[in-house]
């Protein structure tokens, strides 16, 4: 038997080069997989905050090299007690830009790539270049995208099972204070974000009858300037809870409300809590998740281990609690199924599809943006793409997509009902009458 040299990840290399019982059946131990996993695997962490730094320095550590990170926000003072990467000099500067460098200083050989950008921004073929995407957000609506985007990439065969090429794995991670989880999410083999989005409780929300004429509470001062007084100053002008300059006019706004009813405790900090529904951090709760998602991220690229099935809660509340949980998938999900049918005319245009869209009592897919085969057939925005696309809106769908009976077409736009619409995705199955087959669409929804 030959004899292989340890590396100074010793405990790594007693998952990569010796034999299991609960390996996976093309687990190959060797030194070839480690090195395979440092030269060929490339992951994506979304989100450069506390979990996000967590998650690029264990992942470092666990021998992936080729690793990008995307997050929108700057450092603040705010986040130094528990983003463990930045320092107060880094305060202003991009977290993914400066999360990268800190990570590259300290372990030898890594390659971090950072976006600093909105996830939105990024065209749906970049999501598609890597081989699992790790999420370390703090938000809904965030996660519900980037799974629209995973799921977008799954394709079914005649038998309603899912193309094994077509998969793009999921690790998510999140905590809330003492409490976190771990999530393996595999699209068409384990319930997407959207198969569970009963798991997360409704936000908190007042009486706006409590916000305009009885204030008790610092939230409610916030709230009031949030909801009310930025629509009468800015009418029909949309507030960004992103944007620095929209938050400092609302914190502002709040104070001088809470300074009228004499109600103490309005802060920067708080009033971006409240605005984007924030619960704060602990730094301990983050690198134990941290861990748990590094370990399955490990675990699915190298098959060194069974991987979780497929949800992990912590609660480090009350001492110590972790418990792993299967849930189900829904047959019927509109993400991460095989999709709604529809029966179309060869005879309908872009235009005609688009509306389509928007009328479907299960899609409800507002100002959709169509793309096919990374083509942009018709983009809302920004003003350039609509004008260079406008004219495919008189064109037949059936002729845009060369006339071929089964492909994939991608929209991006504004799904659900009245204050709710949120960027999602949408799988249609769409039969076009007349013709032999059935084509495959894929709905993506997005602000």
């Known amino acids: 038997m030959v004899s292989i040299e340890p590396s100074r990840s010793r405990d790594l290399d007693k998952l990569l080069l010796r034999p299991g019982n609960i390996v996976a ?37 666990s021998g992936f090299r080729n690793l990008e990170v995307i997050d929108m926000d700057r450092i603040e003072v705010t986040n130094l007690n528990r983003q463990f990467l930045f320092r107060h000099e880094d305060v202003g500067n991009p977290k993914a830009d400066v999360a990268a460098k800190r990570v590259m200083e300290r372990v030898s050989g890594v390659d971090i790539i950072p976006h600093f950008c909105r996830i939105e921004d990024k065209p749906l073929d ?35 099972n899912p193309r094994q090429e077509t998969i793009k794995p999921m690790v998510d991670g999140g905590t809330e204070g003492f409490k976190g989880h771990a999530r393996v999410i595999v699209p068409g083999v384990t319930p997407c974000f959207e198969c569970t989005i009963w798991l997360f409780p409704p936000q908190v929300k007042f009486p706006l009858c409590t916000l305009a004429e009885t204030p008790r509470t610092a939230a409610h001062c916030i709230e009031y300037a949030h909801l009310i007084k930025w629509n009468e100053v800015h009418s029909g002008k949309a507030f960004d809870p992103d944007n620095p300059d929209h938050m400092q006019w609302v914190y502002s706004e709040a104070v001088k409300r809470a300074e009228l009813f004499g109600i103490p405790g309005v802060t920067y900090s708080l ?63 509109l993400v991460c199924g095989p999709g709604v049918l529809l029966e179309l005319d060869t005879s309908i245009t872009l235009k005609k599809f688009i509306d389509l869209l928007e009328d479907h009592p299960k899609l ?84």
């Open 25 to 61: 059946p093309t687990f190959e131990a060797g030194a070839q997989l480690r090195e395979d996993i440092k030269e060929y695997v490339r992951i994506l962490v979304v989100g450069a905050g506390g979990l996000g730094c967590e998650l690029l320095k264990d992942l470092a550590l």
């Open 126 to 160: 970049f999501y598609n270049d890597f081989n699992i995407i790790v999420l370390g957000l703090d938000s809904i609506e965030a996660r519900s995208y980037i799974n629209s985007v995973a799921c977008g990439f799954l394709e079914y065969d005649a038998d309603d």
């Open 271 to 333: 009033t971006q809590g409240v605005v984007k529904n924030i619960i704060p951090a602990i730094a301990s709760t983050n690198a134990i998740i941290s861990a748990a998602c590094a370990l399955e991220t490990l675990k699915m690229v190298s098959g060194c281990s069974k991987t979780l099935s497929n949800y992990l809660t912590y609660n480090g509340v009350e001492g110590l609690h972790t418990k792993v949980t299967e849930f189900v998938k829904d047959k019927d999900c």
């Open 364 to 447: 409800l897919i507002a100002k959709a943006s169509i793309t096919y085969r990374g083509k942009n057939l018709y983009m809302q925005a920004p003003p350039v793409l609509e004008e260079m696309t406008r004219s495919n809106l008189d064109i037949t769908l059936f002729e845009l997509m060369d006339k071929i009976p089964e492909d994939t077409i991608h929209a991006t736009g504004l799904a659900g009902k009245g204050e709710t619409k949120q960027s999602s995705l949408r799988k249609l199955r769409v039969v076009f009458k007349g013709l032999d087959g059935v084509t495959d669409v894929d709905m993506a929804g997005g602000a």
